[in-house]
């Protein structure tokens, strides 16, 4: 397994975009009192990216779409 160079992160953009996506949306936005809150928060905005978001990789569907859909054509 290789890792990220040092000093360079931009060797990896699929781990940047998460970091910046994951930065905006969460801890840019709170002001978090303890470590338990951020973990609620966090699982929070992970369910909400993966249940409700549109991904571009999906034609602008969330996975859950996505999935019935596919399912519903190959049913």
């Known amino acids: 397994m ?3 160079q040092l000093s360079k ?3 990896n ?4 975009r998460f970091n910046r996506t ?3 949306d969460v ?4 002001i978090f009192e303890d470590l338990h809150q951020v973990k609620l928060i966090a699982e929070d905005s992970r369910e909400d ?3 409700n978001h549109p ?3 999906l034609t602008e569907m969330s996975p859950v779409q996505f ?3 596919f399912l519903g054509t190959r049913t």
Do not use: G, M
């Open 2 to 4: 290789q890792y990220i």
């Open 27 to 30: 801890l840019d936005t709170y």
């Open 55 to 57: 991904h571009r990789s």
């Open 9 to 11: 992160p931009v060797l």
């Open 13 to 16: 953009a699929y781990i940047e």
């Open 22 to 24: 994951f930065r905006e």
């Open 49 to 51: 990216y993966n249940q």
């Open 67 to 69: 999935t019935a859909k």
